[in-house]
């Protein structure tokens, strides 16, 4: 009787410790943040939560959800996590004149619920065509659209059989067309709604203040660092096709944009595709301007680090340029995580087919001292086929990617001592919306 009864307790402290350590388990794992992606299939947002313990995503209630127009192209989180911004780009459409709209271009706004629901509250049109990226200032106070073409009616863009000063970009075709521009909005900080800066320093024939801000020929990127606004200019052959970095000063205040160089920067790169400070869960943070240069090295890329230096020229680092991973294709987006220590950058590879073996995560140290990157042991690391946006979840375990050709989303887990990225324990990949273009994520769960 007595041993019998020792293994009775013996059991029911057994199985305590099992309910304690399940108990234990489940209430770590809770949703740590919400992650979304863009899609141009079916024109949708996906809505994930994101799980602390595993990195699992679940879809969240009536996800997917529309994106209040036409080809989500970029999307983002505004700081503090309440709202959400898509960047539709619009579907082109040629008349017999050949002017060119986009039907269904806009800036939509959503609101964040508890469980990851978006509600549909307003929409924004830039003052451009063909608009191609989107970005907060760090602050959150303003948001910047960079568009393909400046307007130069409100009824699309013509392209013209000759120069002007008008039209002064030559395209491909042979024809000429605006140059780039980007429009500026405040953002209410109570409802997320928009509200168009004009230009205070230029003016329209008519003498009234032009409702944007001119970039250089064929943008591809732009981005915000140390108060200044970079555009990546892929150029034309009216400037023999240099490409170039346009550089503002952002005032913190009005949200003004305002000319800083003579001249805008000369990259002495053959194909831009990126130029960035994005870290963590943000689009800004990052102590250095990244630029990919995806048709060097035969394609497989460069990455070209830069510091800001005065009146927003950007200084090369000592040991200037730094090749991708031969065996990368294509690199298209870069992330430095949270706490500053590495470099990743995802390479898209060739833009069909569901096994992608080029599609790939490549990645570096950064040293803390001098900014020197060195390649981290183990990479090449793999992810889903078309990738083109990568983000650091907010508790800075996870990396998650988007990937337009499987329409899927991968997460990895993050190694903090080494920048190893490694699958998820309990499944990596999950659906998202159809091809995904982009991707952001909140911390703000309540």
């Not at 996906?46 to 209630?61: D, H, I, Q, V, W």
């Not at 890329?301 to 990368?328: K, M, R, Y």
């Not at 159809?434 to 994520?441: E, F, L, Q, S, V």
């Amino acid at each position: 009787m007595k041993f019998k009864k020792i293994g009775q307790i013996s059991l029911a402290a057994v199985v305590s410790l099992v309910l304690m350590f399940g108990a234990t388990s489940c209430m770590n794992d809770y949703t740590v943040g919400f992650v979304f992606t863009v899609g141009t299939q079916y024109n949708q947002i996906g809505s994930f939560r994101e799980r602390y313990e595993t990195g699992l995503l679940n879809a969240a209630p009536g996800s997917p959800f529309g994106s209040g127009g036409t080809n989500p192209v970029r999307t983002f989180v505004l700081s503090g996590g309440r709202y959400l911004y898509v960047l539709n780009q619009g579907a082109a459409q040629t008349d017999s004149s050949g002017n060119i709209t986009y039907t269904g271009a806009n800036v939509s706004l959503f609101s964040i619920g508890g469980s990851g629901t978006l509600a549909f509250q307003a929409s924004y049109t830039s003052q451009g065509f063909n608009s191609i990226r989107f970005i907060p200032d760090t602050t959150g106070k303003f948001v910047f659209i960079l568009d393909t073409y400046a307007p130069q009616s409100s009824s699309g863009v013509t392209p013209q059989a000759s120069y002007s000063a008008a039209y002064p970009c030559q395209g491909s075709d042979g024809k000429y067309y605006p140059t780039g521009d980007i429009t500026a909005f405040n953002i209410d900080p109570n409802t997320g709604r928009l509200s168009i800066i004009t230009n205070q320093q230029q003016q329209n024939a008519d003498g009234t203040q032009l409702p944007y801000f001119p970039v250089g020929c064929a943008p591809v990127d732009f981005t915000v660092s140390s108060g200044f606004v970079f555009t990546a200019d892929a150029g034309s052959k009216t400037n023999n096709d240099v490409q170039t970095v346009f550089p503002y000063a952002l005032n913190a205040s009005t949200g003004q944009l305002t000319l800083t160089q003579n001249a805008p920067l000369v990259m002495g790169t053959q194909g831009m595709s990126t130029i960035s400070v994005a870290q963590g869960s943000l689009l800004s943070g990052s102590k250095y301007v990244y630029v990919l240069d995806a048709a060097a090295n035969g394609g497989s890329g460069e990455i070209l680090p830069f510091t800001v230096g005065t009146n927003g020229s950007l200084q090369a680092l000592t040991n200037g340029a730094v090749a991708n991973d031969s065996t990368a294709s294509n690199p298209v987006s870069l992330l430095v995580d949270s706490k500053g220590k590495y470099l990743f950058v995802v390479s898209a590879g060739p833009t069909s087919g569901i096994v992608n073996p080029i599609s790939q995560i490549t990645g570096w140290t950064i040293d803390p001292t001098n900014g020197t990157l060195q390649h981290i042991a183990g990479e090449p690391f793999g992810t889903g086929s078309g990738v083109n946006c990568i983000v650091q979840d907010p508790s800075n375990q996870y990396i998650y990617t988007s990937s337009f050709n499987d329409s899927q989303i991968t997460g990895r887990i993050l190694d903090p001592n080494s920048g190893n990225l490694t699958l998820l324990r309990r499944g990596s990949t999950f659906n998202s919306v159809g091809n995904p273009t982009w991707c952001a994520i909140s911390g703000r769960t309540s």
